[in-house]
């Protein structure tokens, strides 16, 4: 078995609170795979190197590596980095879920407001009426909003 495989099962045995890597094989490819180490189980992923190349910090964090070390750190000055590298990682994954949920909802707003427009205008009724009639359809059809305005949309079914 490879050493990337290897890392990959040891991550999903254990689903550690980082993954830390000390690696000499800097890279496009060296990067992705740690990032997709990570991704499954929302862990941060630390890079300690020897060698500094120009740009390789800033590719490293565009792909999402999470901290990028270069030098050989006292234990105190690394126990340090890690735990400031998994409260930021858990800080943006927190923000990332954040905007995920609310561009659901505006996206569930939206539909809705275009199934309160088709239901106005096949019915010739105001906002208010449409909404009320959206609001009884989802309770006798025991569905939420979002779901009837779907429904609606996708079918072009007026009621």
Request: glycine content about 4%; proline content about 3%.
């Amino acid at each position: 078995m490879d050493r990337a495989n290897e890392l990959r099962d040891r991550v999903g045995v254990s689903v550690p609170d980082a993954v830390i890597v000390d690696t000499e094989m800097l890279g496009r490819d060296t990067f992705e795979l740690l990032v997709r180490l990570g991704k499954p189980y929302a862990t941060p992923v630390i890079v300690f190197t020897d060698t500094m190349e120009a740009d390789v910090p800033l590719d490293a964090a565009r792909m999402g590596i999470t901290a990028y070390a270069v030098e050989t750190l006292a234990s105190t000055a690394l126990r340090s980095l890690v735990e400031v590298a998994i409260a930021h990682f858990r800080s943006n994954t927190l923000l990332r879920n954040e905007l995920i949920k609310a561009r659901r909802s505006l996206e569930s707003r939206r539909r809705i407001d275009r199934a309160k427009c088709r239901l106005m205008e096949r019915y010739g009724i105001g906002e208010k009426p449409a909404y009320q009639r959206l609001r009884k359809l989802a309770m006798d059809r025991r569905m939420n909003l979002d779901e009837l305005a779907r429904e609606i949309l996708s079918t072009g079914s007026n009621d």
